[in-house]
């Protein structure tokens, strides 16, 4: 072989191997292996979940029960996965939840019993404590909690400094401890939720029912219109109160209270808007009735409609 033609038959083969290469760089073919990825380090939790609200309500209604004007309150709440559930809907999830709330009045225009009325004497305050677990069994959520309530100015409040309900084993006392059951049931946009709470402080058991209904107005506004209602059993009647005594409807003597039956029904609607990924704020009304195991102890009338707002953090 000539050497023009061997140079010539090398030319022709490098161009078919570079045409090849070209080839299948162009079909997608890695000239390497890929770097392998390091799996992330194994934790403890996958996430822990956290909402913080802040909020305002005109009227502090707490089973029924009105406690004070004017509110403030915020709180914290953190839910701690502890076994992760199958599936898109989280069936089989067993969570744990930590919160804290704090909530005071602002202003609340008040009236003793012996008739002194002020726009700033009363003073009213709370901090909740709680800790929950709560399972997802895919058709409904089953929760055990126990809460312990503060009361630095007594379960009724102070007025000028002295408490409204001193001496006595309800309305006077400084803190409480409770247990409770609770269900939630989702049925398409709507929620049932039901609740068992038993009170160490006063040996009362209380039973709640609510729900409420979801209307997605468009992708950041919804409307919710809820119910909720109430029935107790020896749980915080007024009968031992010097507190209960003077309210809208006169003088009640003591130990003439009920000492079970329903305490209320609260209709509210509210409107939850999303402000942000993580921001959503909710105004809403509402309206209570007083039935007989709070008509007679309330130091309002027995329909109240009232309203409030309230800011949402998500993390």
Known sequence: MKPNSMTSYIAKSVAVLAACAALNATAGTPAKAPAPVEPEPS????SIGATLDVGYDSRYYYRGLW??????????????????????????????????????????PFQNAAGVGSDNGFDYSEIDLLTSLTYDAG??????????????????????????????????????????????????AA????????????????????????????????????????????????????AALTNNSGVNPLGTASTSGFTHVLFSVGAPIKLTKIATLTPYIAWNHSLDLRSSINFTTHNEVFGGVKLSLAF
């Not at 309150?73 to 804290?100: C, H, K, R, Y």
């Not at 408490?163 to 006595?168: I, K, L, P, T, Y």
């Open 139 to 188: 058709f409904a959520k089953f929760g055990v909690q126990y809460l312990h309530y503060f009361y630095p100015d007594t379960y009724a409040g102070t007025f000028n400094g002295v408490a409204n309900g001193a001496n006595d084993g309800e309305f006077g006392i400084k803190g409480a401890g409770e247990v409770g059951f609770t269900v939630t049931i989702p049925i398409s």
């Open 67 to 108: 406690f004070a004007d004017n509110i403030v309150w915020s709180s914290l709440n953190i839910a701690v996965p502890l076994i992760s559930g199958s599936g898109e809907d989280g069936a089989g999830s067993l969570t744990w939840g930590i919160g804290a709330t704090y909530i005071s009045t602002v202003e609340t």
């Open 43 to 46: 934790t403890l939790f996958d």
């Open 191 to 242: 929620n049932l939720y039901l609740g068992y709470y038993y009170d160490f402080r006063v040996g009362g058991s209380y039973f709640q029912a609510a729900a409420d209904y979801t209307i997605a107005v468009n992708d950041w506004l919804s409307i919710v219109p809820a119910i909720q209602t109430g029935y107790g059993i020896d749980y915080y009647t007024g009968n031992q109160s010097p």
